[in-house]
Every structure is written in structure tokens, then in C-alpha cells.
């Protein structure tokens, strides 16, 4: 699947990057041009392999929205122009979709992402994808507040939401700045491998998954969530059916973007691997597996070619939002909401009208 890609606020950004140097190094061809926008000037100053866009700086000056979030998508949509002007010549007629990742939690990606994701559903007829990344259950309120209002928007807006909790693959006793690195990869790997599922492969067979089958399934729209897992697999496709099964499982139960979430309207099965190590049993009998699981009648599969010693197994889930994970997510940010809300009460206390001034 060809994508443009565009990073909005310092989480975007980096991410962004990743997946594009990840796709440029394993020669897949699948990112066709990569585009940061932020309103915090050295946090695009510190990318080097994307373009960079600034924004708001009549507003803020180069430094960042400070976690507004009305204020990163006010300034969006005042430079609304200049920004899908960058993009002009980067989203190509081989695009097949256009991603916009952000951290949800912060101000300029959590509220530029949703503006700029309306906007370019007016002008182009290709699907309009968001990455976002949902802030740990560690984080402060306003994060927890500020993701969930864009969460909200960036669902109604976008074909298909693809979520990213920033606890899903984080390490016990790990700080949360140094594990953002390592998250990035991971994001970059999994979601980098999406994106070139039915690209740069030779010999193209009948069972090799075409990117037509990545759209079908985020056609349901709402939320998707992307798993993956692997393990060292032998020769022999005969001797890998157990590999198939339990690396499919591990993918769904274990390894998935947001954990716990399996129910979903459509899903995808991807079996990575040396042509001749992956077992077509195996691969059926994963598939109805995750049928069964899923709950669901749709669900796709191929291969995906690759010259390396392990069978990885890539689940994409679509229509995914009935997960407990995502209702505890949006419960966490309705109640900081409502703290924010109150605090603002007192704060508002000592100017309230319901009370006289002495003179
Ligand atoms: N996975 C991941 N999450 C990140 C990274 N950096 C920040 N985040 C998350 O993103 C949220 C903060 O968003 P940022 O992107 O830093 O903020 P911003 O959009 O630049 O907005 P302002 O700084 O307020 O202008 C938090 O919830 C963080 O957990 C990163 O490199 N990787």
C-alpha cells in the first residue's frame, strides 16, 4: 500500500520519521513522501530524514501550544493552506492512502491531527488514515483529557483510526522517555510491514497479500489495531504448522497495538516469511482461528514474501472499538475531563458572581 505520510506534533513527527527511514532501509518503496508539520520549531529541527513544515508561529512563536490542544487545532486550520501546499507533489497519483499520525495526549498533534484529517478528506477521493498514539495510563490528566477529545474527532474524521497505546509495548520499570525509542521501532516494524504488504515483491503468487486487502479491511472504519509476533521457523513449510498457529496467536492475544482488544468487524492475517517456509495448512487453520476469535465473517489473508529465518505473523483488526481497552481508555478521560473541569471551578471561585464583593 503506497502512502503519504504526514507527522503532526513532536510524536508525529518522530514516528513519522521512523517509518520512513524504516521502509527506505528495507528498500519497500511503500512510504512515497513524508511530511512533519509542528508549531514547536525545535522539535522539527531535530528530524533529518522528512520534510518540515512550521505552524502558528504569528501565535506561538516556534514554541509549541503547550499541550492546548483547542489552540493546536486553531493554528491547523489557520495555516491549513500552507500545509496541504507542502504537501502538493508528495501525495502522488500512486498514493493509495494518506496517514496522519500524532500523540493524542500532547496539544499540536491532538488538535492540529483531526483539522488537518478533515481537511484533506475534502480535496482527495483516497482513504484518509490516522495513526494515533494513546498516552499511558502514567500520564498526567490533561494528556488522558486531551486524547480522548481527539479521539473522538479523529474517529468521526478519518476511514480508519489506527491506535497505538503507549502501555501496549512498554517494558516493567521502563521510564516512559527512554521507552519511546523503542516504541518508535516497534511502531516503524509493524506498521512499516503493513504498509508494504502486496509491494517490492518479486515473483508474485496467487497466496502474496495485495494492499487492496490492507483497504478492504479498514474499510469498516472506527478503530483499527495492528499485532504482531514471531519465531525462529525451520526449512520445511511441513514442520512450521505449529510455528503458523502459535505466532498468529501471539500476534492477536499477546502483541497487539492495543491489548485485549479482539472482537473486531474485519481482520487480516499475514504470514511473513520465506515462500517455501510457510505452510498452507497452517495458514488456514490460523485464518479460522482468528475468524472465531474475531467474531468476525471477514476476514483476509496472504504472504508476505521475505528472505529471513523467522515466520512473523502481522494481525490488522478493523472496526475494532468494542474493546474494553478503549472503553477503559475513554473512561480515564472522561473523569479527567471532569477533574479539569472542576479545577477550573476553583480556580474561577474567588471571581464568582454568586458572591459580593465587600466594595
Ligand atoms: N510513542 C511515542 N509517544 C510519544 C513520543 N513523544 C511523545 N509521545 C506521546 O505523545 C503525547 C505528547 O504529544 P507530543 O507529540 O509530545 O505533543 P505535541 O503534539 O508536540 O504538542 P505540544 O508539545 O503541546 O505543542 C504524550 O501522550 C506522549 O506519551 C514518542 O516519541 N513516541
Not at 506561538?60 to 493552506?81: F, K, P, R, Y
Not at 505473523?313 to 477503559?328: F, K, N, Y
Request: no cysteine; aromatic share 4%; net charge negative.
Amino acid at each position: 500500500m503506497k502512502v503519504a505520510l504526514i507527522g503532526v506534533g513532536q510524536a508525529g513527527g518522530k514516528v513519522t520519521e521512523r517509518l520512513a527511514q524504516f521502509d527506505a532501509n528495507m528498500g519497500y518503496g511503500a512510504v512515497q513522501g513524508a511530511l512533519a508539520v509542528n508549531s514547536a520549531k525545535p522539535d522539527l529541527q531535530s528530524l533529518e530524514f522528512v520534510d518540515t513544515q512550521l505552524i502558528g508561529a504569528d501565535r506561538v512563536n516556534g514554541h509549541g501550544v503547550g499541550g492546548d490542544n483547542e489552540l493546536g487545532a486553531e493554528v491547523m486550520q489557520s495555516d491549513i493552506q500552507e500545509v496541504l501546499g507542502g504537501l502538493d507533489g508528495r501525495i502522488t497519483s500512486s498514493a493509495d492512502a494518506i496517514v496522519v499520525v500524532a500523540g493524542l495526549g500532547g496539544g499540536t498533534g491532538s488538535g492540529g491531527a483531526p483539522v488537518l484529517v478533515h481537511n484533506l478528506q475534502q480535496i482527495h477521493d483516497i482513504p484518509v488514515y490516522a495513526l494515533g498514539v494513546l498516552p499511558g495510563q502514567n500520564e498526567g490528566a490533561l494528556y488522558q483529557a486531551n486524547a480522548g477529545r481527539s479521539l473522538k474527532t479523529l474517529a468521526r474524521e478519518a476511514d480508519s483510526t489506527l491506535l497505538i497505546d503507549n502501555d501496549a509495548w512498554h517494558e516493567q520499570g521502563e521510564s516512559m522517555d527512554g521507552a519511546f525509542d523503542r516504541i518508535n521501532g516497534k511502531i516503524a516494524q509493524r506498521v512499516g510491514l503493513l504498509f508494504a504488504s502486496g509491494e517490492a515483491v518479486d515473483g508474485v503468487g496467487e497466496s502474496v497479500v495485495d494492499s487492496s486487502e490492507v483497504i478492504n479491511t479498514l474499510r469498516s472504519g472506527g478503530i483499527s489495531v495492528l499485532g504482531y509476533a514471531s519465531e525462529v521457523a525451520a526449512e520445511d513449510a511441513s514442520d512450521n504448522l505449529r510455528t503458523t498457529m502459535t505466532v498468529s496467536r501471539q500476534a492477536l492475544l499477546t502483541g497487539t497495538s492495543l491489548p485485549d482488544a479482539t472482537q473486531a468487524d474485519s481482520a487480516l492475517l499475514v504470514i511473513a516469511g520465506r515462500p517455501e517456509a510457510i505452510p498452507r495448512k497452517g495458514v488456514e487453520k490460523s485464518r479460522r482461528w482468528l475468524e472465531e476469535e474475531t467474531d468476525s465473517m471477514q476476514v483476509r489473508g496472504g504472504d508476505f514474501p521475505l528472505d529471513s529465518d523467522r515466520l512473523g505473523a502481522l494481525v490488522l483488526l478493523g472496526g475494532a472499538e468494542r474493546s474494553d481497552r478503549l472503553e477503559q481508555f475513554m473512561e480515564r478521560a472522561r473523569e479527567a475531563q471532569n477533574a479539569e473541569e472542576t479545577e477550573t471551578d476553583r480556580a474561577e471561585a474567588l471571581t464568582d458572581d454568586r458572591l459580593e464583593n465587600l466594595f
